[in-house]
C-alpha cells in the first residue's frame, strides 16, 4: 500500500484547502448539506446500534462508516474546513482572503445544518410514527443526550462551559486527524482504516462534534428533550462550534504546516 | 546468423528527374549507441504534392521533425507511441500551415507531402505510411509490397491523394510491424519510382552493386527516369545484415518500462548522479539537485511523486514533459538538461538554474516600476510564444513555473499541462480541472470544460502581468467560482488604478484587454498586447464606452434587423403592391 511523503501530502492539504475557498456558492453548500446529512445517518444509526445492543462501543465502531462515506463522496464538514482553509491564506496563496475563508465557513456551517435538521426532522417522524406516538426508547435516549449535554455543562457553570469547549477541541483534533491521515494513503483501502481509528475515539469518549450535534440536539428538542432552544446554541453548539475550531486548526493544521511545510526550502529552480 | 548489434546498411538516392525541382525529402538516423538500443534507426521519406510551391518544404519538415522529434520522446515509450505521437505533432503543424496560407482555400496549393518512414529497434521494423509512397520488402528473392498507397482514381489519368500529410487536422497514419530476417531489404520509394520499376530490376541493381546500396539506388532510379518517369525520384534501400540475438531483445523492452525511483536523500547515488540536495516537494513532483559523477555537472532531476505515481495518466504526462522539453530549444525555456544515456529508472533531467521563482521575486519586490515588470512580461511572453510557435499550449503558466536567475532572465519551466495540437490528450480535460489546483491563473474557458487556445495562456500572462503591478488578481477568486458563461460575463475587472495610481490608464487598459473572461474580446496575438502596454492605444483613453458592434454584435444586428423590419412594414403601408 502506498504511502506519502510527509512533504506530498501537506501541499496537499494546502492544495484542498485552497479549492474550497474558490469553489463556488452552489456547490459549496450542496456538499456541506450532504456532507452534514450522511453524517446525522451515520449518527443515528450509531446511537441506534447502542441503545438496542446496550454496548456503547459497538456504536462508536460502526458511526465511522458515516465519516468515510461522506469523506470518499468529496462533501465538506465544517471542522474539515475549519482545519485546510487557513491553510492557503498563511500559504500566501493568491486570491485567498480572511473575507474568502469567511464566507466558506459561513456556508458551510448553514449547508452542515440544513442537511442535518432534514435528517433530523425524517428520523423523528419514523421514531414517532409521523409524531402520533410516543418515541421509542432509541428517540427517548437522544432526548436524554441532549439534557444531559447542555443542562448538564450549564450546571457547573464556567467549569462546565470549560469541559464543553475542551471536548470541542479534542474531537476535532481526533476528526481532522482522520481527514488528513486519509490523504496519506493513494488508496481507498488505506484512507478508510486511517480515518476509522480517530472517528472511532471520538464518538466513544463522547467529545463534541458541532455537525453531530446539528443532529443529536434538534432531535431531541423534536421528541420532547427537557431543554430549550437557547440552552442548545448557548451551552452546546456555539461553544462546541469555536472548540473544534481551535482543535482542528491549532492541533492538526497549524501543526502539520509548520514541520512539514515551512522546513522546506523557498528556492525551487525546477 | 546472430549478433549482439543490430546492423543495417543503407543506400538511397533522390533526383529531380524530368521536373524543374525535386520536391521529395529522404533521410536516415543512425544515433549512437545507447539511443540505438532504446529508440532504434529511422529511415523517412516524403514527397511534397507537386501542385503546391512549398510542397518541398513540408516535405522536408516532415522528414526533419521526425528524425528530430523521434529521437527526444522518452525512452519509456514505445517505438509505436513515440512515432506516432511526433507524426501527429508534425501533422498538425504541417496542417496550420496549410489553413494559414494558399491551402486554406485550395489543398493543391498547402504544405501537404506523402510520409513513408521505418524505425528498426531491435528484431522488428515498424512501418509508418501515408500517401502514395510505398514500403517493399524484398526476402528471399521474392517482393512483398507492405504499404498500400493512399490513392483515389478519378478517370484513367487522373487520380488524387486520399491521405497525405497536412491535409486533416487529425492523422490518420498506417502503422504495422514486420520481424526481421537477416538478409532483408526494404525498399522505400516515392511513386516516381515505384510505377515505373517493378521488383525484378530492383534485385538486379542489388545484385549487381553488392554492399554499394547507393549505386544500387541511384541505377534504380536511372532505371524509372529511363523508362519515362516525369515525377522526382527518390529510392531508400535498407538491408538487414545481423540481428541482436533474442535475450538482448527482451531485455530491451522489459526496460522500456522503467520503474519508479524511491524517494531521494541528500548525498545518495542515484543512476550515475550524486544527489547534492532537495530543491522542491509538492504532491506532484520532488525535485533535486544533482550532480553527474563522471563530469560533475549540475543538473536538476524530477520524479514523479508516489501519489502520482499510481496514475497511468499523470505518468504519461510527466514523460510527455520531457520530450516537450527536447523540442523546443528557446533562451526562455527550461532545456533539458544531463547526456542521453540510458536511465535505469523513471525520471527527469533538466539543466540547472539558480535564481527564484516569480513567486518569492514578487515577496521581494511588492512594487515593482512598470518598465520591470514590462521586461518581465516581454520575457514570459517570448517563452511562450517559442511553445504556440510550435502548436503547443502552455496551459498552467502561473508564477510558481517561472524562475528568474542571477542576471534578469525568465525562463519557463514546468511542462506538465502542456497540450500538443494533434497529440492525443493524456488526461481528458474534465479531470484535469482538479489536477491543476491553480485557478488564479486559469483562463475562465476552461472553467466552462471549452477546449484552450493561445488565448487562453495570455489570459495568464495578463493575469501574471496585473499581480506583478499590484499584487492582487483582478478578478479576487471569483473566476473558478462561475461555471456558465452567464456567470463570467458578470465577473467585474478591478482597475489597477484603485491601488497603483502610478501606471497609466492605457496600461490598465492593456491588462483589462488581455484578462477579458470572453477570449474573443482578448487580443489577437500576444504580440498585441506586449505593444499595447509600451505604447499607448487610443481606444483605451477615451472615456467613450465602445459602439454597440464592438460590445455586443448579436445585439447590434438584431436592432438593425428590426429597424429594416420595421422600414418594411412602413414601406408596405405606404406603397401598396400594384394589382392588390
Known amino acids: 500500500m502506498a504511502y506519502l511523503a510527509p512533504a506530498e501530502f501537506v501541499t496537499k492539504m494546502v492544495d484542498a484547502g485552497e479549492s474550497k475557498i474558490f469553489m463556488s456558492t452552489r456547490d459549496t453548500l450542496v456538499r456541506a448539506y450532504m456532507a452534514g446529512a450522511i453524517l446525522a445517518l451515520a449518527a443515528a444509526f450509531a446511537i441506534t446500534v447502542t441503545v438496542q445492543t446496550g454496548q456503547p462501543l459497538l456504536g462508536a465502531v460502526l458511526f465511522p462508516v458515516g465519516f468515510i462515506l461522506l469523506y470518499l463522496l468529496g462533501f465538506d464538514l465544517?471542522?474539515?474546513?475549519?482545519?485546510l482553509t487557513p491553510l492557503a491564506l498563511i500559504d500566501k496563496r493568491p486570491g485567498v482572503t480572511v473575507g474568502g475563508i469567511l464566507r466558506n465557513w459561513t456556508l458551510v456551517f448553514f449547508g452542515n445544518f440544513a442537511g442535518a435538521l432534514t435528517v433530523a426532522v425524517?428520523?423523528?417522524?419514523?421514531?414517532?410514527?409521523?409524531?402520533?406516538?410516543?418515541?421509542?426508547?432509541?428517540?427517548?435516549?437522544?432526548?436524554?443526550?441532549?439534557?444531559?449535554?447542555?443542562?448538564?455543562?450549564?450546571?457547573?457553570?464556567?467549569?462546565?462551559?470549560?469541559?464543553?469547549?475542551?471536548?470541542?477541541?479534542?474531537?476535532?483534533?481526533?476528526?481532522?486527524?482522520?481527514?488528513?491521515a486519509a490523504m496519506l494513503s493513494t488508496h481507498v483501502s488505506g484512507k478508510v482504516i486511517a480515518m476509522w481509528m480517530p472517528i472511532m475515539v471520538?464518538?466513544?469518549?463522547?467529545?463534541?462534534?458541532?455537525?453531530?450535534?446539528?443532529?443529536?440536539f434538534p432531535s431531541g428538542l423534536m421528541l420532547g428533550g427537557n431543554f430549550s432552544l437557547y440552552d442548545y446554541m448557548v451551552w452546546n453548539e456555539i461553544p462546541t462550534v469555536i472548540?473544534?475550531?481551535?482543535?482542528?486548526?491549532?492541533?492538526?493544521?497549524?501543526?502539520?504546516?509548520?514541520?512539514?511545510?515551512?522546513?522546506a526550502p523557498k528556492r525551487k529552480p525546477a | 546468423m546472430t549478433s549482439l548489434q543490430l546492423a543495417l546498411t543503407i543506400g538511397q538516392h533522390s533526383d529531380k528527374g524530368r521536373k524543374e525541382a525535386n520536391q521529395d525529402f529522404?533521410?536516415?538516423?543512425?544515433?549512437?549507441?545507447?539511443?540505438?538500443?532504446?529508440?532504434?534507426?529511422?529511415?523517412?521519406?516524403?514527397?511534397?504534392?507537386?501542385?503546391?510551391?512549398?510542397?518541398?518544404?513540408?516535405?522536408?519538415?516532415?522528414?526533419?521533425?521526425?528524425?528530430?522529434?523521434y529521437y527526444c520522446t522518452s525512452e519509456a515509450w514505445s517505438v509505436k507511441t513515440s512515432a506516432l505521437k511526433t507524426l501527429a505533432a508534425t501533422n498538425a503543424w504541417l496542417y496550420s500551415q496549410t489553413q494559414q496560407g494558399q491551402g486554406r482555400f485550395d489543398k493543391d496549393r498547402g504544405h501537404v507531402c506523402t510520409f513513408s518512414g521505418i524505425v528498426f529497434k531491435s528484431t522488428t521494423a515498424h512501418l509508418f505510411h501515408i500517401g502514395d509512397g510505398r514500403i517493399t520488402l524484398l526476402r528471399g528473392g521474392n517482393a512483398e509490397p507492405l504499404t498500400q498507397e493512399h490513392r483515389v482514381v478519378v478517370s484513367g489519368d487522373k487520380s488524387y491523394l486520399s491521405r497525405a500529410f497536412g491535409i486533416h487536422p487529425q492523422l490518420d497514419i498506417d502503422y504495422r510491424t514486420v520481424a526481421l530476417e537477416a538478409g532483408d531489404v526494404f525498399v522505400i520509394a516515392t511513386d516516381g519510382v515505384h510505377e515505373y520499376v517493378e521488383p525484378k530490376l530492383v534485385l538486379e541493381a542489388l545484385a549487381e552493386h553488392g554492399d554499394k546500396l547507393d549505386a544500387a539506388a541511384a541505377a534504380i532510379t536511372a532505371a524509372a527516369l529511363e523508362r519515362g518517369s516525369t515525377d522526382n525520384l527518390t529510392v531508400q534501400l535498407v538491408r538487414v545484415d545481423g540481428l541482436p540475438s533474442g535475450e538482448i531483445g527482451e531485455l530491451q523492452q522489459q526496460l522500456a518500462e522503467l520503474p519508479l525511483p524511491s524517494l531521494l536523500e541528500a548525498g545518495a547515488t542515484f543512476d550515475g548522479y550524486r544527489i547534492e540536495r532537495e530543491l522542491h516537494a509538492s504532491s506532484r513532483s520532488h525535485v533535486y539537485l544533482a550532480s553527474d559523477a563522471a563530469t560533475d555537472e549540475k543538473v536538476v532531476i524530477k520524479i514523479p511523486s508516489v501519489d502520482l505515481g499510481q496514475d497511468a495518466g499523470h505518468l504519461e504526462a510527466f514523460l510527455m514533459e520531457e520530450w516537450i522539453a527536447r523540442r523546443i530549444s528557446h533562451p526562455h525555456v527550461l532545456k533539458p538538461g544531463g547526456q542521453n544515456r540510458k536511465k535505469q529508472f523513471l525520471y527527469v533531467t533538466t539543466e540547472y538554474i539558480e535564481g527564484c521563482t516569480l513567486t518569492q521575486w514578487m515577496r521581494d519586490h511588492p512594487q515593482p516600476d512598470l518598465e520591470t515588470v514590462r521586461n518581465l512580461i516581454d520575457q514570459i511572453a517570448r517563452g511562450l510564444q517559442a511553445f504556440h510557435r510550435l502548436e503547443m499550449l502552455h496551459q498552467d503558466l502561473r508564477p510558481d513555473n517561472i524562475l528568474i536567475d542571477a542576471a534578469g532572465t525568465v525562463k519557463l519551466i514546468d511542462f506538465g499541462s502542456v497540450s500538443v495540437a494533434g497529440v492525443a490528450e493524456a488526461i481528458a480535460p474534465a479531470e484535469r480541472g482538479t489536477m491543476l489546483g491553480t485557478p488564479q491563473y486559469t483562463a475562465p474557458e476552461y472553467f466552462l470544460w471549452e477546449e484552450g487556445t493561445t488565448r487562453s495562456d495570455q489570459f495568464s500572462l495578463g493575469v501574471i502581468a496585473y499581480q506583478l503591478l499590484c499584487g492582487r488578481l483582478p478578478y479576487g477568486a471569483e473566476v473558478a467560482k462561475c461555471k456558465s458563461a452567464a456567470e463570467q460575463k458578470r465577473l467585474k475587472y478591478a482597475s489597477l488604478l484603485q491601488t497603483r495610481g502610478d501606471v497609466p490608464v492605457w496600461v490598465d487598459g492593456a491588462i483589462k484587454k488581455a484578462v477579458h473572461p470572453n477570449p474573443e474580446w482578448r487580443y489577437e496575438a500576444i504580440s498585441e498586447f506586449l505593444h499595447d502596454l509600451r505604447h499607448p492605444n487610443r481606444s483605451f483613453l477615451s472615456d467613450r464606452p465602445p459602439p454597440l458592434i464592438e460590445r455586443n454584435p448579436l445585439v447590434f444586428w438584431k436592432l438593425l434587423s428590426l429597424i429594416l423590419f420595421a422600414l418594411v412594414v412602413v414601406l408596405l403601408a405606404t406603397h401598396p403592391i400594384a394589382g392588390a
Open chain 1, 78 to 83: 465544517l471542522t474539515g474546513v475549519f482545519t
Open chain 2, 26 to 69: 529522404h533521410g536516415a538516423l543512425l544515433p549512437e549507441e545507447s539511443l540505438r538500443g532504446s529508440k532504434g534507426i529511422a529511415v523517412a521519406l516524403a514527397d511534397g504534392i507537386s501542385s503546391s510551391e512549398v510542397g518541398h518544404l513540408a516535405a522536408q519538415f516532415a522528414v526533419h521533425s521526425f528524425l528530430d522529434d
Open chain 1, 202 to 216: 471520538f464518538f466513544y469518549m463522547g467529545f463534541e462534534h458541532s455537525i453531530v450535534n446539528m443532529f443529536l
Open chain 1, 243 to 263: 472548540g473544534n475550531l481551535v482543535g482542528g486548526l491549532a492541533f492538526v493544521g497549524l501543526t502539520l504546516y509548520s514541520t512539514h511545510v515551512k522546513t
Open chain 1, 122 to 180: 425524517m428520523m423523528a417522524i419514523i421514531w414517532t410514527f409521523g409524531f402520533t406516538e410516543a418515541p421509542n426508547t432509541v428517540a427517548q435516549k437522544i432526548g436524554t443526550i441532549g439534557e444531559g449535554r447542555t443542562v448538564g455543562y450549564a450546571a457547573h457553570g464556567a467549569a462546565g462551559m470549560l469541559t464543553l469547549f475542551i471536548r470541542g477541541v479534542l474531537c476535532n483534533w481526533m476528526v481532522s486527524t482522520g481527514v488528513v
